[in-house]
């Protein structure tokens, strides 16, 4: 039998979602925690990686089992899971469904603080110093649409680089800019490097032409450093 799982986290201590061999990913805390609970070896399948220091409000991962548990008893796992890792929903799917494979599209969000972070709040925004909002305002349109992504991430052999953007919009609220994607899918640090690339824009030390300039060139070292990991999130995943 074939389950889907909807998992939130905290990534700040954690060197992403995928197991690793030089740190300790989200995904080996999981499996681990499973193993306790069902005394089994169950293997997850994630929807996509997430970075070190990156968050998730709802990523996505399936998994197979013999068993046959009610859902209430799956989500036991959180018994055996640190806080800052939670199985929020677990359902029966049909053999073919893959996280990853089956995924339509995704939406991300960029956290950017109007003040100073506190020790509170810090690993969940970042804050940039005479950052002017103004004209990241109108460059992000320029990401919506189909466009070659391969200057806005790193390389990945045999990974596409032509990515749909289907929106991107800016949330304020008292404390925060609030920069959300939605797109059918992401490379490794896309997000984190438009953004790099948005605040030089909002610190005036890049033009917004730049944006197009990186499309026709797949030039990388045109965009703005990559934006650190702490403010962006995972947020919802459309199958």
Same mark, same amino acid.
Not at 61 to 86: A, C, K, Q, Y
Not at 183 to 193: E, P, T
Not at 218 to 236: I, P, Q, Y
């Given at each position: 039998? /074939?389950?889907?799982? $909807? *998992?939130?986290?905290?990534?700040?201590?954690?060197?992403?979602? #995928? /197991?690793?061999?030089?740190?300790?990913?989200? #995904?080996?805390?999981?499996?681990?925690?499973?193993?306790?609970?069902? #005394?089994?070896?169950?293997?997850? &399948?994630?929807?996509?990686?997430?970075?070190?220091? $990156?968050?998730?409000?709802?990523?996505?991962? =399936?998994?197979?089992?013999?068993?046959?548990?009610?859902?209430?008893?799956?989500?036991?796992?959180?018994? /055996?899971?640190?806080?800052?890792?939670?199985?929020?929903?677990?359902?029966? +799917?049909?053999?073919?469904? &893959?996280?990853? &494979?089956?995924?339509?599209?995704?939406?991300?969000?960029?956290?950017?603080?109007?003040?100073?972070?506190?020790?509170?709040?810090?690993?969940?925004? *970042?804050?940039?110093?005479?950052?002017?909002?103004?004209?990241?305002?109108?460059?992000?349109?320029?990401?919506?649409?189909?466009?070659?992504?391969?200057?806005?991430?790193?390389? *990945?052999?045999?990974?596409?680089?032509?990515?749909?953007?289907? #929106? *991107?919009?800016?949330?304020?609220?008292?404390?925060?800019?609030?920069? $959300?994607? =939605?797109?059918?899918?992401?490379?490794?640090?896309? +997000? /984190?490097?438009?953004?790099?690339?948005?605040?030089?824009?909002?610190?005036?030390?890049?033009?917004?032409?730049?944006?197009?300039?990186?499309?026709?060139?797949?030039?990388?070292?045109?965009?703005?450093?990559?934006?650190?990991?702490?403010?962006?999130?995972? $947020?919802?995943?459309?199958?």
């Amino acid at each position: 039998m /074939r389950y889907m799982a $909807v *998992v939130s986290y905290d990534g700040s201590v954690y060197n992403g979602f #995928q /197991r690793q061999n030089n740190g300790l990913g989200i #995904q080996e805390v999981i499996e681990k925690a499973f193993r306790n609970m069902t #005394q089994t070896e169950i293997k997850i &399948h994630s929807a996509g990686r997430t970075d070190k220091g $990156v968050h998730a409000i709802g990523q996505v991962f =399936h998994f197979d089992s013999t068993l046959n548990m009610e859902t209430s008893d799956w989500l036991r796992i959180n018994d /055996r899971l640190p806080l800052d890792i939670r199985i929020k929903k677990i359902k029966r +799917v049909k053999p073919d469904f &893959h996280a990853r &494979h089956s995924a339509k599209s995704k939406i991300y969000k960029y956290v950017i603080a109007k003040n100073p972070s506190t020790v509170f709040s810090k690993n969940y925004e *970042v804050y940039i110093r005479n950052l002017n909002i103004e004209p990241m305002k109108t460059a992000i349109y320029d990401f919506v649409g189909t466009h070659d992504f391969k200057g806005f991430s790193q390389f *990945v052999k045999d990974k596409p680089t032509i990515k749909t953007i289907y #929106q *991107v919009s800016i949330k304020e609220s008292k404390k925060h800019y609030t920069f $959300v994607f =939605h797109g059918n899918s992401f490379l490794k640090y896309m +997000v /984190r490097s438009m953004m790099g690339t948005l605040i030089q824009i909002g610190l005036g030390k890049k033009d917004p032409s730049v944006i197009k300039q990186i499309y026709d060139t797949n030039d990388r070292s045109l965009a703005g450093k990559t934006a650190e990991a702490r403010g962006l999130f995972l $947020v919802k995943i459309f199958y």
